[in-house]
C-alpha cells in the first residue's frame, strides 16, 4: 500500500511507533524512525533489519524541541532517500501527577515532546512535501482527547491540542494537497500501559466494550489506512481506534 513512499516515523523505537514503522517498511514504504536516544534508535534498526535485511529504514534522535536539529534530521533523509511523503508525528509521553504536585519543568517537558515536537517537524517536512506535490501528515493522539483524564490533567490538554494542530493545519495544508489527520488510540499494550499496575489495568478492561486493551498492530493498521491513498479525500480527522471504550 506504500509503495515508492518514504514515511518518517518519531518515536520509532518502541510501542506503537515501532509497530508503525514496521508494517510501513511490509508495505513497502522506505523508513526514517526517530528516537530518543541512539542506543534505543539502533536497537530498533538491528530488530528490524533480522525480520528483513531488504527493508531500507535509518534511525536519528534529534532533539524534537529543538528545530535546527530537526531540519538537520529531515536533510538527512531527504538525501538519503530522496523525498519525504509521510510524517507520523507520534513521540509522546504521559502523565499522572494531580494538579498540585507539577512542576514548571514536568509542565514544560509535556509541552515540549506532545505538542512543541508536532508543530516543528509538520513546520519542518511542509517545504520536502510541496516540492512532490503533496504528502500525509499523521499524529498520535488519545482517547482522553475527548474525554479528559482524572489525574495528569497535561497528558490530555496535550492531546487536545494535537487535535487543534490537526484540523487547524488540515484546512491550511488542503491546498498544498497535504492531508493531516490523528488516530486516538484508547489503552493500548505498550511499556506506556505497562508501567501501570494490575489494579489499574484491570478495572479499565471492563469499561471497554470490545472487552480487551488495543494492541500497537490495531492503531499501526489505522495509519497504513489514513497514510495510502485509500484514505485520499479525509483529513482533519480524528479516527478513534479504542474498542469503543467512550467514556
Ligand atoms: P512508548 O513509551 O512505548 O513509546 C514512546 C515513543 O516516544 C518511544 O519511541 C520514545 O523514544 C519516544 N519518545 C518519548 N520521549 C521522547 C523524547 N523526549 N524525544 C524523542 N522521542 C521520545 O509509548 P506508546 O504507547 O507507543 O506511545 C506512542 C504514542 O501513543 C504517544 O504519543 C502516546 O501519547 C500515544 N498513546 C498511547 C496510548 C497507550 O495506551 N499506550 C494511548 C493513547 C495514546
Do not use: W
Not at 539502533?42 to 534522535?61: D, I, P, T, W
Not at 480487551?212 to 499501526?220: F, L, S, Y
Amino acid at each position: 500500500m506504500l509503495e515508492n513512499k518514504v514515511a518518517v516515523i518519531t518515536g520509532g523505537t518502541r510501542g506503537i511507533g515501532f509497530e508503525t514503522v514496521r508494517l510501513f517498511l511490509k508495505n513497502g514504504a522506505r523508513v526514517a524512525l526517530f528516537g530518543s536516544r541512539e542506543e534505543t534508535v539502533n536497537h530498533a534498526l538491528s530488530q528490524l533489519k533480522e525480520e528483513n535485511s531488504h527493508y531500507e529504514v535509518m534511525g536519528l534522535f534529534p532533539n524534537l524541541s529543538n528545530e535546527e536539529e530537526i531540519k538537520k534530521a529531515f536533510q538527512k533523509v531527504y538525501d538519503t532517500f530522496g523525498q519525504i511523503d509521510i510524517l507520523i508525528n507520534n513521540a509522546g509521553i504521559s502523565s499522572a501527577t494531580p494538579l498540585t504536585s507539577y512542576t514548571e519543568s514536568e509542565l514544560d517537558k509535556i509541552i515540549n515532546v506532545n505538542i512543541k515536537s508536532v508543530f516543528l517537524c509538520s513546520k519542518v517536512v511542509v517545504p520536502y512535501m510541496k516540492q512532490i506535490g503533496g504528502g500525509v501528515i499523521l499524529n498520535t493522539s488519545s482517547m482522553v482527547s475527548i474525554y479528559g483524564q482524572p489525574s495528569g490533567c497535561m497528558y490530555p490538554a496535550s492531546k487536545f491540542a494535537v487535535n487543534g494542530l490537526t484540523k487547524s493545519l488540515a484546512r491550511e495544508l488542503a491546498p498544498l494537497h497535504i492531508r493531516v489527520n490523528a488516530v486516538a488510540p484508547g489503552i493500548t499494550e505498550t511499556d506506556m500501559v505497562s508501567a501501570l499496575p494490575k489494579e489499574v489495568i484491570e478495572p479499565l478492561i471492563k469499561t471497554i466494550p470490545m472487552g480487551r486493551i488495543g494492541k500497537p498492530m490495531d492503531i499501526a493498521n489505522a495509519f497504513l489506512y489514513l497514510a495510502s491513498d485509500m484514505a485520499s479525500y479525509v483529513t482533519g480527522d480524528i479516527l478513534q481506534v479504542d474498542g469503543a471504550a467512550r467514556s
